[in-house]
C-alpha cells in the first residue's frame, strides 16, 4: 500500500510542477510594426551633378513597436516628407553614391523623423527607418 501511496503522491505533485514549467516557456515577443509612406521621394540632382540630368528615388518604410507611434507619423506626414525632401536634396552624388553614404543617410532620416515626432507629440520612438528601394540614375 505504500507503493501505491507514493506513486500517486508524486503524480498529484507533479500536476503542480507542469503549469509552472508552461509559465516559463510563455514570453511575450513585441511584434515589429511597420509603416511605409506611399509616396516614393524623387529628388532632382541638377544642381549637383554639373548640370546633367541625375535623379533620386528613394521609398521610405518605418518600423516602431506600438502603433500609435506609427500613427503619430502618419498624422504628422507632411511634415515628415517636406523635412525628408530637403534632407534628400542636399546629398551630393558622391555621399549617397557609396554603401556608406546611404547608411550616413538612412540614420540622418531616423534622426530627422524621430526629432519631427519628438518636437509635436512628445514621443519620438521610431526604431528604423528603411529603404525599400533606393534608385540612383
Known amino acids: 500500500m505504500s507503493k501505491s501511496l507514493t506513486t500517486l503522491l508524486i503524480i498529484w505533485l507533479s ?20 509603416y511605409k509612406i506611399a ?18 528615388q528613394i521609398k521610405v518604410a518605418l518600423k516602431a513597436d506600438e502603433q500609435s507611434i506609427l500613427d503619430s507619423a ?24 557609396s554603401v556608406e553614404g ?13 526629432g519631427i515626432l519628438k518636437e509635436e507629440t512628445g514621443k519620438g520612438d521610431i526604431k528604423a527607418v528603411y529603404f525599400t528601394s533606393f534608385i540612383l540614375q
Open 74 to 97: 502618419d498624422m504628422n506626414l507632411p511634415m515628415i516628407q517636406d523635412s525628408l525632401r530637403s534632407l534628400f536634396s542636399e546629398q551630393s552624388m558622391e555621399s549617397i553614391g
Open 15 to 34: 500536476l503542480f510542477a507542469i503549469p509552472t514549467w508552461a509559465a516559463d516557456d510563455e514570453t511575450p515577443t513585441q511584434q515589429a510594426l511597420y
Open 39 to 56: 509616396e516614393p521621394f524623387t529628388i532632382n540632382f541638377l544642381q549637383q551633378s554639373q548640370q546633367q540630368a541625375r535623379y533620386l
Open 102 to 114: 546611404r547608411r550616413k543617410l538612412q540614420t540622418s532620416t531616423l534622426d530627422t523623423i524621430n
